[in-house]
């Protein structure tokens, strides 16, 4: 069990592995909504977006959260403000801010001299880099963006699954949406010392895409989410000890490799259960299928019946 | 659904559209309480705006909407939007679709309560789908869907209830389940509007038949209003009128309209 208690040994490692579960449990949770609302965009854009922030909160030294904030709000607002007319839609809006943003950030950058170490650290992150105190912000502002979407749970669900309802029952969409997109900066913010901001963009899709792969219903898919993206932190970190790898990159690496397994081997909608149902006696094969998973857990025997009826669509 | 009367729905020189385009303009309507209204008329032709312009979801470009000479409350109002506009793949339940129209009586951070899920059940029920409540809503057939969206619409126990074309696209059997369900809410006191490209149903069970074209064609009973001039004047080129004996045949321009025989005038 060395192996698995040797890392444990130093200080400096056991703030690294709280640091990558923190990051990994936050971004697998709002991942559900970067998932089904489609913000994968969005939130490469923001995380991008924010480094002019962070480059001058280190220049300025003021804490590097605040910073980054600061220019991920600003961006977010300067997205939704552009995008709201007809002409430019968002997606070029976003185009435009997040390389003009990121831009900001690199001519910053190299107005300083001796920065190529830090810049690295920016993009891929720096996770044996990480004191107490970043991990008190990330704590706090990771437990913050939870909090608010388990509390908001049922608000945020509505206007992502249908926009026009909530608007007639009288919700602030916008004020939601923009909600929802400084929950996602807070978010990116939070992960950058543990996979830096070219590499967060798997954590905010990868665990939320391999948990729709095994449950179907949406809480479920949140929970999931954040359990995969802690424990991605957790297994991520392990390899890149043993075998020496960038922490960020091992991390990213075993999110994408776990995503694999459960395309392939997902007992709901995996390509591996998909190719063993595909027969024309689909009834016979319905009962034999839902017979042991419905006992196991009562959920996923809607989420087999769910499957087999979109192949068959019941009198469509 | 409701006990107190329903308001009386007023518009007043009503324009509404999004930038230069107005869908609709020039629009005076009172709606009294209790009664089933079908919104005719081609597509394009404004029916979605005018349901949506009530609720405040397309701009006001001049005149008012009002109930009973109040602001709108939008509490009181239970909408029911186009199929086609929800991600049916969304990985939720037909029940956690239903509850939605309970949210804003639940309110932010805590859960439904016992008499929200007796509500749900209910509604369910009442539409066929008690069995569906579990079935993850993009597993549904389109009349289920569309059945979804109505006890949707039920548990928010509204005074007015809005139907942007419930009719499209589902089953025979959904839509007399629709039918007729509008019919007994217009009994019970809710007012009922709804918009539709099938004329001889709407003329068959409606009270009121609202012609839209860009503006308010004609409105009042069926009788008065289902004539070949007002259905001239609604579809213009695209209805075809066939002199069939003792009365007109109607064919409605597209292939989503209906086809109705109208006494000859």
């Known amino acids: 069990m060395d192996w698995l208690t040797d890392p444990l040994g130093l200080e400096l490692f056991r703030r690294a592995l709280l640091e990558a579960m923190v990051m990994g449990a936050t971004c697998g949770a709002i991942g559900a909504y970067v998932v089904l609302r489609r913000l994968a965009f969005i939130g490469d854009a923001l995380s991008h977006a924010v480094f002019p922030g962070v480059v001058l909160a280190y220049v300025a030294g003021v804490p590097i959260f605040l910073g980054a904030m600061l220019a991920g709000t600003i961006t977010s607002l300067a997205i939704a403000v552009v995008s709201r007319g007809q002409r430019i839609r968002e997606d070029t809006a976003i185009g435009i801010f997040f390389a003009g943003a990121f831009a900001l950030g690199i001519v910053l950058i190299s107005t300083q001299s001796g920065y190529q170490r830090d810049l690295s650290a920016f993009l891929v992150g720096d996770l044996l880099g990480v004191g107490w105190d970043d991990i008190a912000v990330s704590v706090l502002a990771g437990g913050g963006v939870i909090g608010i979407l388990v509390a908001l749970r049922k608000e945020l669900l509505l206007v992502s699954f249908d926009r026009t309802y909530a608007q007639a029952l009288g919700y602030p969409v916008f004020a939601l949406e923009l909600l929802l997109l400084l929950l996602l900066t807070a978010t990116i913010v939070v992960s950058l010392s543990a996979v830096g901001i070219i590499l967060v963009l798997s954590m905010l899709v990868t665990p939320a895409a391999t948990a729709r792969l095994l449950v179907d219903r949406f809480t479920p898919m949140m929970a999931l989410g954040g359990v995969l993206g802690a424990v991605y932190g957790v297994i991520g970190w392990y390899v890149s000890y043993h075998l020496a790898w960038s922490p960020g990159g091992s991390i990213v690496l075993v999110a994408t490799m776990l995503f694999l397994a459960a395309f392939v081997f997902s007992p709901s909608h995996g390509v591996l259960a998909h190719r063993l149902r595909r027969h024309p006696q689909h009834d016979a094969q319905r009962a034999a299928v839902d017979q042991p998973t419905g006992h196991q857990h009562g959920e996923n025997e809607g989420a087999v019946v769910a499957s087999l009826e979109r192949r068959h669509p019941p009198g469509r | ?265």
């Not at chain 2, 009586?105 to 409540?133: F, K, Q, S, T, Y």
């Not at chain 2, 099938?198 to 009973?221: H, I, K, M, Q, W």
């Open chain 2, 1 to 265: 659904m409701t006990a107190v009367g329903a308001p009386t729905l007023q518009l007043r020189g009503l324009a509404a559209g999004y930038d230069d385009r107005w869908a609709l303009s020039g629009v005076d309507l009172d709606v009294p309480p209790g009664r089933l209204v079908g919104v005719i008329g081609p597509n394009g032709s404004g029916k979605s705006t005018l349901l949506r312009a009530i609720l405040g979801l397309v701009p006001h470009r001049a005149g008012t909407v009002a109930m009973d000479g109040r602001a709108i409350d939008r509490r009181r109002i239970a909408y029911v939007p186009q199929r086609e506009l929800v991600d049916w793949s969304f990985p939720i339940s037909a029940g956690q679709v239903v509850m939605m129209g309970r949210y804003p009586g639940i309110g932010p951070v805590v859960g439904p309560r016992p008499a929200d899920r007796a509500a749900v059940a209910g509604a369910l029920e009442r539409l066929g789908m008690a069995d569906l409540a579990h079935r993850q809503i993009g597993a549904l057939s389109g009349g289920q869907q569309q059945r979804v969206f109505l006890a949707r619409a039920l548990v928010q126990e509204a005074d007015i209830l809005l139907l942007d074309e419930p009719m499209t696209g589902v089953d025979l059997g959904t839509e007399e389940t629709i039918g007729a369900l509008m019919r007994e809410l217009c009994d019970a006191g809710t007012t009922v509007m709804y918009a539709t490209h099938d004329l001889e149903t709407a003329a068959d069970v409606s009270d009121l038949l609202c012609f839209v074209n860009g503006r308010v064609v004609a409105y009042g009973p069926p009788k008065e209003t289902f004539t070949p001039h007002v259905l001239h004047e609604t579809f213009g080129g695209e209805l075809m009128i066939v002199d069939a004996g003792d009365h007109a045949h109607i064919h409605g321009g597209g292939h989503h309209a209906g086809h109705a025989d109208v006494p000859k005038a």
